[in-house]
């Protein structure tokens, strides 16, 4: 029986020896890599949450854009086309008799100075109105002087061209 017993208090000790060193283990290895999890696993749930709000964010911002694009979808087609000097000129000759244009160039507009004579003063209204018809976006600007002649008016005034290609 003393063989027995010895061999019995020998596996006792053995366990004894291996729970020590799990519990080693579990204390030096274990823990620390778990309390390190639950930081980054704290950290990525605060990353997780800004992506959601950047996400939401920017699909927000998409929608907005489409919704501005289609609200002013006219206007930027006029600002996307091409500018055509001549075919402003035959836009604008009808209207005004003895047409002079000057062309003044700018880093991102185009300026012209437009002189010429009408029979009606009430006809440059028309005119400057007729101007958001065309398919450019073109603005009259100041100074826009008025004479009387003596069977017509004549008129001076600028438009600028707004325009993304410039020739």
């Not at 964010?57 to 489409?66: A, D, I, P, R, T």
């Not at 000759?93 to 507009?109: E, M, R």
Request: charged letters at 30%; aromatic letters at 14%; zero cysteines.
């Amino acid at each position: 029986m003393k063989k027995s017993n010895f061999s019995i208090l020998k596996l006792l000790i053995f366990l004894m020896f291996f729970l020590v060193i799990l519990t080693l283990f579990l204390l030096l290895y274990i823990i620390p890599v778990m309390k390190k999890y639950k930081t980054n696993k704290l950290i990525l749930n605060k990353y997780e949450k800004v992506y959601k709000k950047s996400k939401n964010e920017v699909k927000f911002l998409k929608k907005k854009k489409s919704l501005l694009k289609e609200k002013y979808k006219k206007s930027l087609t006029k600002y996307n086309q091409n500018f055509d000097k001549n075919d402003f000129i035959s836009f604008i000759k009808d209207k005004i008799k003895n047409l002079k244009i000057t062309k003044v160039k700018d880093k991102n507009l185009l300026h012209y100075s437009i002189e010429g004579e009408i029979d009606k003063i009430y006809n440059f209204t028309k005119i400057v109105e007729s101007l958001n018809s065309y398919k450019n976006i073109v603005k009259a600007t100041f100074p826009i002087t008025i004479e009387k002649d003596k069977k017509s008016y004549k008129i001076f005034f600028n438009v600028t061209i707004i325009n993304r290609k410039l020739k």
